[in-house]
């Protein structure tokens, strides 16, 4: 049978501290849809992480808090700039079109999936014609795709322009967690005037769980009714709040995040092939063969050659020192 | 403090089977997006439930199940014929319109929340015309949002029309387990000929989770893909299959809703005011006014006056024998 | 041959006026899409006629210009009042909906598809709920689809309340220059607070073009683009201009208007059947039962029932007095 | 004054065989939506010039036309084949993403705007994957956006294999009378599986009227409901129809392209700067530095830099020899 370890970081389950939050919050009658004390307490608890006054929502899809804050950021008949392998724009099937209702993602080239200032630049200095879309926000992702992570300065190098000229921000935090355990200040997004975060918790080691931050409170007006209308907003709200409680109460959603990035260190340390992204999160790319990444499979690691090219392996909260060792045994053996 | 117990079946947590479940598959690595072995299983009792060879699929909101249903059933310039007060149609804030790109819910009246045959027969009498939409598919919800049970007999006398007409049928089984305590077979409905059938679990006792059924084989193809664009693919699916194991390996999600259904008895038993729909399932509404409701909320009742102007009371798999009694006395010494 | 001469008012050609208009400009090379000459002299003379420094677009449906309209006015997720009757509620099939991603129109009732204030006092009283739409705009007819003029007294007393709610402000002006002509006053509309106003061409006489006038400056932005999106941005923008050049420096658009205004008043006094509604405007409403609409039609005039059941003659700048007495003569055979 | 002769093919008015049906069917009461009698005998011409038994629809813009032409095609979550260049992926705006609800729009290479084989039979080969969508419709061009003309074997080539494959096909016509003046075969489009052709009016030298070709029957049930829910059901329907029995009665329509395509050529002829695409149809397209492009927009010609980066000089049924010859000399000037 596959082994699924380095497959992605979602396919472990919940870690301990999520799905015991879980059981712990479920008895009692609660009201639902938001108003919960279970998602008072969560959402209290992501302000303090953030540092910053927002509305919180939970929803069970980063795809669709993506996509809901896309829409929330550009007119149907405008675009958000985002890195040509960004999330949004090559593994989230139209999302964000369908939810914005047509809108355009319009990407940019750069990096390990960090955008290069430059193609802001250029996109922002565009005249608007009617024949195209204009942008109208800035999609970041933070760690990137490639496991890289934006330092504060990065991120403002490329969010003050955007900024400037009247754009929405917004951060898709799948690996959030990650880049906050490789250093980065998630304190500083609300500075930067980021106007949604959404915050990973499913990568994170939550069951399906991801929180819709609006830093910016103009958004926050009837936005349960926009959940509700594009089928997010959950009645049992408690059961993707409880998660949340469980991990920053402990702590574990940070420790556990470092935890996954030490383990794709660990890999890098012992990995045969040459690196083709720096390993600053919990991500290792490599270039491989065709005919070793069969090798590989045949020792039953399954894992996926990603869209640049690269074969690549993701470490979680769960992933084991031993299993990182096992890999790295089978893949000295076959390189 | 408010006591939520009979505002909704949506304000209990998960009940234990369904709980256990989630413990109990949350270990190892699994493949995500519903390939998972959990996910598997999930369906092939659902399957066996239904008596059919349908596609199963895991959503976290009912109101994206039948969204996405209904948009699989109808064009943007077409329409969904339901009852005037069909949750679709009055508590889920034009999400159908969103999925289906427009949609139309052309509304049928009928007695607690049950179509009246004639409406369905001259709705499917009208000439098609440009200016209006023209009705392509039924929805039907059982039991119905007014505590209802459709005989067999009832629903083939809907379906059967509709069917003959060439249109889809979908089934809003929010509350299914509960009709089906009540004496109903959901075996006659792919004999009848539903298309999608979404089977509730939230308000059945799970955490949150509906299962979209395709009973038409033509409707499966690329419908992952649909999920995915439509924010409802979860990556680590088992979360919202699990329950489902839990509940229908073991039996309790129908013998649970046999249980709601007798509190919601028992407490109709009780009630000294008039009862405005008949006692089926797990819900009673009962004439009250506004004095009367403000007196109960007073001793700490939180219950909702429906779009009837009927007061609702729902029972669920927790509601508690003296909780019904209490409230009973509560009722007795405001009416 | 059925005569269609009081089927409706689009059943006309273009009045000369307009024809000639766009004979008139059709020689030389213009640039396209709105920045022609002929588009910047009709936005001048639109904005004569409201005394508004609007921004004026061209398209050639009245359908897609209140669909635009309302889209830019409430969120997919928020709702527009308006008539039960309005024209967008019952004979666009859906396309508000469609153009604002699901969102919803929330009917109110009143006489003669003149909304009654207190619906929309009821209406802006109700609490923001996630489950359903809250309305974010007003949406009114005038003249309405029952040839009723409001007057501006009777607009204020709608649009006043909404405006102070924050409602944003939309008059599907279809037969707008009837109710010119019968002695409305297009300047007050800007002084009213409208946002956007729909500018019939078609109707009053015009070959395919309404004008979408925005009187809200915020909402001109990008409005190119959304209607290129739209699929509402001709790229021979001329050919929608022309006409209101044509109509609106010979004062035909209400000349004409004021023609089909008395035809109506003229075919009410040889009216044998009972007016259902008052004649102010180019239509008449009246109570004929089934056998006498197929008598009617018999004779080879073809006119609809309604949706309020009552019979319907429309008159048009084209409509003789020789056919209204024609029309006379056989409604007094059969009476 | 700039002269905008060469712009595009979009600058110049009506043909007079177009402008004298306008005129010629104005007169008169017709029923409107399509069934009147123009509107019937523009669709009999059209039958006749396909030769296939097609349902024929009418629509202003050549935008909605081929969005509502790929959202008939293909499903929200599905992709729709077409060139990187093509004007739906390029110069619309989003418009087949708005009216297919997010549908994605998969980019092929090829020189010249034509695809080239292999790129579609890569996209087939890869096989579904709810992440990102898969090909349901293939979208060409003809006359391509570069002026060239797939002969029928080229076309055929494309087709085969996508039909093969079970996708839908479309043909962008904007400038089909071009490619047929060039010898391609409009009959062969039916026999080839077409589902969908846009005929293009408008830059034919129409006033603005497209036609909306169903030659796939299953596709035209519903069609007008489509239409107006998607604010392109004309009412008064004569004046799009109108053109195209002027154009094709008298043979003008393929006549004038042929006028067109020779001053193409006769300006190819006079060109001292490279051709950067061959010469099929009525486009000129050349390598041209930006001082030189200057210096001809300094002499009053208005041209647009392409997004390849060519110059592009467009001719119309309306290019008089004489500009061509002016415009030569001050080319030859500057060069």
Redesign the interface.
Known sequence: MA???F??D?????MPEA?DA??R?????????GGDAVSVRAAELIRGLLDADAEVRF???????N??ALAALA?????VLCHDHAHIA???????????????LLTLPGPSGRIAPQGVVEALARP???????PAALSLTQATEYGAVYSGQDLERLAGPARAAGLGLHLDGARLANAVAAGFDPKSLARMGFDIVVLGG?KAGA??TEALVLLNPRLAR?F?????????????A???AAPWVGMLESGAWTQRAAHANAMARRLADLMPFPLTHPVEANAVFVAMDEARLEALKARGW?VYRFIDGSVRFMCSW?TRVESVEALGADLAAIA
């Open positions: 082994r699924y370890d497959a992605s979602n396919v472990a389950g919940a799905l879980l059981v919050f479920n008895g009692g009658f609660e009201g639902g849809y929803v069970a899809s980063g795809t669709a808090a996509a809901l007119a149907p008949h405008e675009g090559t593994d989230e099937n139209g999302a964000p079109g369908f939810f914005g209702s047509g809108l355009a608007d014609e009617p024949h195209w879309p204009s499913t069951s399906p009837r349960g009714a926009r959940l509700k209308h594009g089928g997010q907003l959950i009645s049992k408690r059961f993707l399954f769960a």
